[in-house]
C-alpha cells in the first residue's frame, strides 16, 4: 500500500478544511492521540490518550506539607492557562426529529412575548457527515417550572425531574441538552425578529455559557480512555434567536472542556458585557475573608500587525475561547418518536394552559378503548401526556413500561395488552367522573 491508495485518517487536515468541518469529532481527536502516544512498534507501555483539564489546586499533594491554603508547592499549585480555541467536539450536529418540536417552545413566545427554556431529551447516534461523528437526536423538548420575561428567563424549583428523567429513560431517550429562546420582535409587521447575534457583538453570552458548562460538569462523557474515567461531556445548548435577516434561527454550542474546568475551579464569572468573561480576582477574595488560588490567565490573538502575541486575559477576555460550535438540522424525511402534539404543555399557566384531567379527557376521547387501533395509539404518542399519566401515580411501574413503549412503537399490539390491564382500566373510571 502507497500514500495515493492509503485511506485518509479521519483526523486529516486538509480532508476536514476541504469538507469546511470545523472541529474534528471527538473519536477523530482520540485516534489522533492514541496514535501519537501508543505505537505498536514501540513496544512501550499503554499510556492514557485523554487527560482532563485541572485548573485547581490538588488536594492530595505528595510533598508531605499542609493542606492549601496554610500550604502550597509547585506539585500541587495548577500551572498557567494559555486559552485556544478546542480542535474538537463531544458531539458534532444536533438534529431535531420534527420541526414541530421546535415550533411547540416557539409558540410560548408568540403567545406572551416572554422568553422560554426546556431541556431536549433524545439520544446520540451515529452522524455520518463527519468522520466518526455524533450527533443528538431531539425528540421531546421539556419545559421545566420557571419564570418567564420579556428579556430572559429564571429557573424554579423542579420537584419532578427525576421522575421526567424516569419516563424519559422508559421511551428509550436520555437528556441531551437544553434550549432557550432569546426573541425581540421587530415591530415591522412581517414576522421579523431584531438580530441580537452575530460576528460584531456575540454568539453565546458570558452569563449563557457558565450556565452550559455547569450542566456540562453535571453530565460527564464516561470513556475508558481517560485517567478519571470520564472527558468532557455530551449535553448540548441550543439557542433560538434572529439571524441576519431578520429570520427565527437556531444555533448550537457546547462550552470547551476549559470552560467547563475554569467553572468548576471557580476561576472566571460572567460580565454585564455579553462578549466578555471576567477572570475572578484573588485581591478582591482576600478583602472578602476568602482564600482562593486563581492562576494565571492568557489567550493567544492576531494583532493588528498581523503577528500572534499572547494577551493576559485579567481582567476580562472574549467569550470566542470558551466556545465550541455544532451545527444542527431536520431529517429529510421526518419520522418523529412521538407523533402527536395535542396535550397542553406543562407549566404554562401564564398563558392560561394546564395539564388537567379534563385536558387528558378530551386527548384520550379520540382514543377511548382503541388502543389497539392507530388513532388511540397516536393521541398517547405524546411524551408531556406520558409525564403527566406518570405524575397521576395510576398506572403501575410494568403498565408505564407498556405504556411508554405503545409511545415509542406504535405497536397495536401493546396497546391492547395495555387495555387489559388493571391501571388503564383505573384511569378510564377516574376519566369518566
Not at 441576519?244 to 460572567?270: H, K, L
Not at 502575541?309 to 431529517?331: C, D, I, M, R, W
Not at 377511548?368 to 404518542?381: D, F, Q
Request: hydrophobic share 35%; with cysteine.
Amino acid at each position: 500500500m502507497c500514500d495515493y491508495c492509503m485511506p485518509l485518517e479521519p483526523y486529516n487536515a486538509e480532508y476536514l478544511a476541504e469538507k469546511k468541518i470545523k472541529h474534528m469529532s471527538y473519536h477523530a481527536y482520540l485516534r489522533k492521540l492514541n496514535a501519537g502516544k501508543n505505537k505498536a512498534e514501540s513496544g512501550s507501555s499503554y499510556m492514557v490518550p485523554l487527560t482532563e483539564p485541572y485548573y485547581r489546586v490538588r488536594p492530595d499533594c505528595p510533598s508531605g506539607h499542609k493542606p492549601f491554603p496554610q500550604g502550597i508547592c509547585t506539585k500541587c499549585q495548577p500551572s498557567a492557562i494559555t486559552l485556544q480555541p478546542q480542535p474538537y467536539r463531544m458531539v458534532d450536529h444536533v438534529e431535531f426529529a420534527s420541526s414541530n418540536i421546535v415550533d411547540t417552545l416557539l409558540a410560548f413566545w408568540r403567545d406572551s412575548s416572554a422568553q422560554r427554556i426546556g431541556f431536549l431529551y433524545g439520544r446520540y447516534e451515529e452522524y455520518a457527515e463527519v468522520p466518526l461523528g455524533t450527533k443528538a437526536v431531539v425528540e421531546a423538548i421539556y419545559e421545566p417550572p420557571q419564570v418567564n420575561e420579556v428579556d430572559g428567563v429564571t429557573l424554579s424549583a423542579w420537584d419532578n425531574e427525576q421522575d421526567v428523567d424516569a419516563m424519559a429513560q422508559l421511551c428509550g431517550m436520555q437528556r441531551v441538552g437544553v434550549i432557550f429562546t432569546d426573541l425581540v420582535d421587530s415591530g415591522e409587521g412581517n414576522g421579523t425578529v431584531v438580530c441580537k447575534r452575530h460576528i460584531d457583538s456575540y454568539f453565546l453570552a458570558s452569563l449563557e455559557i457558565v450556565f452550559a458548562a455547569r450542566y456540562q460538569s453535571k453530565y460527564p462523557r464516561p470513556t475508558k480512555w481517560s485517567d478519571t474515567g470520564r472527558f468532557g461531556s455530551n449535553f448540548i445548548t441550543c439557542v433560538v434567536s434572529g439571524d441576519t435577516e431578520g429570520q427565527i434561527s437556531i444555533s448550537a454550542y457546547q462550552a470547551s472542556n476549559s470552560a467547563v474546568e475554569m467553572v468548576r475551579a471557580d476561576i472566571i464569572e460572567p460580565s454585564a458585557e455579553p462578549s466578555a468573561m471576567l477572570v475572578q480576582d484573588e485581591d478582591e477574595d482576600n478583602a472578602l475573608g476568602r482564600t482562593r488560588y486563581i492562576p494565571e490567565v492568557f489567550y493567544r490573538r492576531i494583532n493588528e500587525y498581523g503577528a500572534n502575541v499572547q494577551e493576559n486575559a485579567k481582567p476580562s477576555f472574549p467569550v470566542e475561547y470558551l466556545l465550541v460550535t455544532l451545527t444542527h438540522g431536520f431529517p429529510k424525511t421526518a419520522r418523529p418518536q412521538f407523533t402527536s402534539s395535542t396535550f397542553p404543555v406543562e407549566n404554562r399557566e401564564a398563558i392560561g394552559q394546564s395539564q388537567e384531567i379534563g385536558a387528558l379527557k378530551k386527548t384520550l376521547s379520540t382514543a377511548g378503548t382503541s388502543l389497539n387501533k392507530p388513532e388511540g395509539v397516536n393521541a398517547v404518542s405524546d411524551f408531556h401526556l406520558l409525564c403527566f399519566i406518570h405524575g397521576l401515580g395510576v398506572l403501575s411501574k410494568d403498565e408505564e413500561v407498556l405504556l411508554a413503549q405503545l409511545a415509542r412503537t406504535h405497536d397495536l399490539n401493546d396497546g391492547f395488552t395495555l387495555l387489559q390491564t388493571p391501571g388503564w382500566a383505573t384511569l378510564e373510571t377516574i376519566l369518566k367522573m
